[in-house]
């Protein structure tokens, strides 16, 4: 069951926080987009299948939908909760071009990237839909098109159709695994759930049954980053929901999120967002000025 609530509105776009709730690996019935469409994932992840192309979607894997455009989703963990970004076909021409034709569907979101989402959501409660929430939308939208419109940073890895629809939760490893593409996918699946075998490269290897080596090599080449800069980004991501929440005891959230201390915490949130902890605390609790 897909539920959605509209967040703020302005001239040429709305801002819907959506959840789902269905659990089942089985695709759902076609739907066609009705607009031009930027979805965030906030908290869970799903896979969506858009011109026969499959893809995972989570916090780090944002996508691009067009009107007219088929597509089904699945929903192989259970539910999820986003934010989805619809533009008009003339604000679409405005920020993107005429013409545009993107060459993949699905862009990756950095720590960077994911505090403008929720700096865009910050602005959305503040009130104001005609210059904050417009400022933060303008800055998440040219981030988003200058890195599809660039080198290409690789769309998420294609992934087998799920299994029919009721079928017992499986895995997020599958095995085995061949492809370079392949490889990156299943070790985000398993970093995403963590798995206990992601704690570590060497374990989470022997997991995907493919040398340390060729993981490292498969999964930069993908994403475009290491796999150990993926890792701290996922955990990043945690650490900014926590602090978001109000998360008071950065020691306990250093232990709880699997890193040494509360310092190598700072370090690591510090590098992906440029921010630490309590600055982000109080960051995301404030409406945009």
């Known amino acids: 069951m897909r539920s959605s609530r509209q967040l703020a509105r302005g001239k040429g776009f709305t801002l819907d926080l959506v959840t789902c709730v269905d659990d089942h690996r089985g695709w759902s019935r076609p739907e066609v987009g009705r607009a031009h469409r930027m979805v965030l994932v906030h908290r869970g992840a799903f896979r969506r299948m858009a011109d026969g192309r499959p893809a995972a979607v989570d916090p780090t894997m944002a996508y691009l939908g067009a009107p007219g455009e088929e597509e089904r989703f699945a929903h192989p963990a259970g539910g999820d909760v986003c934010t989805s970004l619809s533009l008009s076909p003339a604000l679409w021409r405005t920020l993107a ?8 569907p699905t862009v990756y979101v950095d720590a960077r990237f994911e505090l403008a989402h929720r700096r865009l959501l910050a602005a959305a409660r503040a009130g104001d839909p005609d ?10 939208t040219s981030a988003t098109l200058t890195q599809l419109a660039g080198p290409a940073t690789p769309a998420a890895a294609p ?28 070790a985000r699946e398993a970093i995403s759930a963590d798995h206990p075998a992601a704690a570590g490269l060497l374990p989470l290897a022997e997991l995907l049954a493919v040398s340390p080596y060729r993981l490292s090599r498969a999964f930069t080449r993908e994403l475009g980053v290491s796999l150990t800069h993926y890792r701290n980004r996922v955990r990043v991501s945690r650490a900014l929901d926590r602090l978001e929440s109000g998360e008071t005891g950065l020691a306990a959230l250093a232990a709880d999120l699997g890193f040494a201390d ?14 630490t902890p309590a600055a982000l605390r109080r960051l995301l609790a404030s409406p945009v000025p």
């Open 159 to 186: 992934t087998p159709a799920p299994g029919p629809a009721g079928s017992p939760a499986r895995s997020p490893v599958r095995s085995p695994v061949r492809s370079p593409a392949a490889i990156a996918e299943a």
């Open 97 to 104: 071009g005429d013409g545009t034709r993107l060459a993949r």
């Open 131 to 140: 210059f904050a929430l417009v400022e933060s939308l303008l800055s998440l």
């Open 262 to 275: 509360q310092a190598h915490l700072t370090r690591t949130v510090r590098r992906h967002v440029g921010h």
